[in-house]
């Protein structure tokens, strides 16, 4: 993480720790829709022990998520998690976060610094959410980066930040003062969103305006609900940054008064065809709605399908290669997919 390394993807499982079982189960599920690290949560003693059949067990990298004990972070360090997610403006014993720092330094294990607006110290005898948004970034930035390096002179210099506000404008703001004050790597996250469109869209904006201004090395969609979700979503903005794609990336028009079919489930059908092949990752497929501009406004796709009532027409790189049937678009589409990724000129 970090140092050049590609973007990561990260989530959090939802279960109960201290049910491995249940636990290994989300976290394989993750693993498959292209998680990369997960983190889980460990309350108390029960979800530490619970930690080394998890680590030992997870596919990735398991993050243990701790606050206010600093006996569990010494726990789930001898479980042989791969790192610690810690909060020290409420673990304010700095004898106890030392032992924590030097623990993890020996098992190399890296700490996570994380900070979020609504557990800020009082400023002026206010409370966090009573400043505006520019005094809470700058609050956040300065925690954050005094806690890392209060971590790193505690003897762990392996440290990781993450500054999370639910509100998107504070969120950037402040990672942008911490990108500019130090050179450890950021969490990237915009916290509280809820669940739905609204709270893709909040976090696509935070998240993708920080990595588009090339600030960012792991990333983490917060969403309630089905954490994997918040993979898909993670994916989803990497790619529309230009950063990493993970699998074909469908291009789909938005479909007007000229489209005389049921787009929709057209693009459903092929999402799922895809899905069940092997196919190399940011390949450009395109479902358009129409043969009027559909291989024009696509052509920068590598395979693609203009649908009309009665036929489709299949292409390449904007160029037609054959027209089919209304009802052989999807596996004519896939069939062409296939031939590409085999090396097969039309």
Not at 102 to 118: E, F, K, W
Not at 157 to 166: G, H, L, N, R, T
Not at 222 to 239: N, Y
Request: aromatic share 2%.
């Amino acid at each position: 993480m970090g140092g050049g390394a590609p973007v990561s993807v990260q989530s959090m499982t939802n279960t109960d720790t201290r049910d491995a079982a249940a636990t290994l189960g989300q976290v394989g599920r993750l693993a498959a829709a292209g998680c990369e690290i997960v983190r889980v949560a460990v309350p108390d003693r029960a979800a530490a022990s619970a930690l080394g059949e998890i680590v030992a067990r997870s596919p990735i990298p398991v993050v243990a998520d701790i606050h206010f004990d600093h006996a569990l972070a010494l726990a789930s360090i001898d479980a042989g998690c791969a790192g610690v997610r810690l909060n020290p403006g409420n673990l304010a014993d700095s004898a106890k976060m030392a032992e924590v720092a030097v623990a993890a330094r020996a098992a190399g294990v890296p700490i996570r610094v994380g900070v979020n607006s609504g557990s800020l110290p009082r400023e002026g005898g206010r409370r966090p959410d009573q400043l505006d948004p520019a005094a809470t970034a700058e609050l956040m930035a300065v925690c954050a980066v005094e806690y890392a390096r209060r971590v790193e002179g505690m003897g762990q210099p392996d440290v990781i930040i993450s500054a999370k506000s639910s509100d998107v404008p504070t969120t950037v703001m402040a990672y942008r003062l911490i990108a500019e004050r130090c050179d450890y790597p950021l969490h990237l996250g915009v916290t509280a969103t809820g669940s739905g469109v609204p709270a893709v869209v909040r976090s696509a904006v935070g998240i993708g305006s920080l990595l588009l201004e090339g600030i960012g090395d792991t990333l983490r969609v917060s969403l309630s609900g089905d954490p994997a979700d918040e993979v898909e979503a993670g994916w989803e903005i990497l790619a529309a940054a230009g950063l990493r794609c993970r699998g074909a990336h469908i291009v789909a028009c938005p479909t007007c008064g000229r489209c005389e079919v049921d787009l929709p489930a057209i693009v459903a059908r092929v999402r799922s065809g895809l899905a069940a092949l092997d196919v190399p990752d940011g390949l450009s497929v395109a479902v358009m709605g129409c043969p009027v501009n559909g291989p024009g406004e696509a052509g920068h796709c590598d395979v693609g399908v203009a649908c009309a009532a009665q036929a489709g027409l299949i292409f390449r790189r904007g160029c037609v290669v054959r027209k089919v049937g209304a009802g052989e678009v999807v596996e004519a589409l896939l069939a062409e997919v296939r031939d590409l990724c085999a090396g097969k000129t039309p």
